[in-house]
């Protein structure tokens, strides 16, 4: 049974850190590619970085490069995203995703960041 943990998520202040752990089970981890995407109000989910399954290759988009970090811990079976510098528009919905080219994809639950003063 597929399983996401999903932690780390609440309300910030701009320009305070926050970091999202999302611990899996289920599958075998550490061939998955992992990621985290996020949905704003109103707003379609976007992919926010990526990171493939020995860390070594990361991506970030372009809006929070600089800022936020992703890493994984493939024996806790746990990926992160640390997050600096939040700004409003970075409030959201945040979602863990594991996917592997021949076997699709499997979301977390989601957890709410809210970045406001």
């Known amino acids: 049974q597929v399983q996401f943990v999903e932690s780390g998520g609440g309300l910030v202040q701009p320009g305070g850190p926050l970091r999202l752990s999302c611990a899996a089970s289920g599958f075998p981890f550490s061939s998955y590619d992992m990621g985290w995407y996020r949905q704003p109000p109103g707003k379609k989910r976007e992919l926010v970085a990526s990171?493939?399954?020995?860390?070594?290759?990361?991506y970030y988009a372009d809006s929070v490069k600089g800022r936020f970090t992703i890493s994984r811990d493939n024996a806790k079976n746990t990926v992160y995203l640390q997050m600096n510098s939040l700004k409003p528009e970075d409030t959201a919905v945040y979602y863990c995703?594991?996917?592997?080219?021949?076997?699709?994809?499997?979301w977390g639950q989601g957890t709410q960041v809210t970045v406001s003063s």
């Open positions: 995703n594991a996917r592997r080219w021949d076997r699709g994809d499997h």
């Open positions: 990171i493939s399954r020995t860390g070594r290759n990361t």
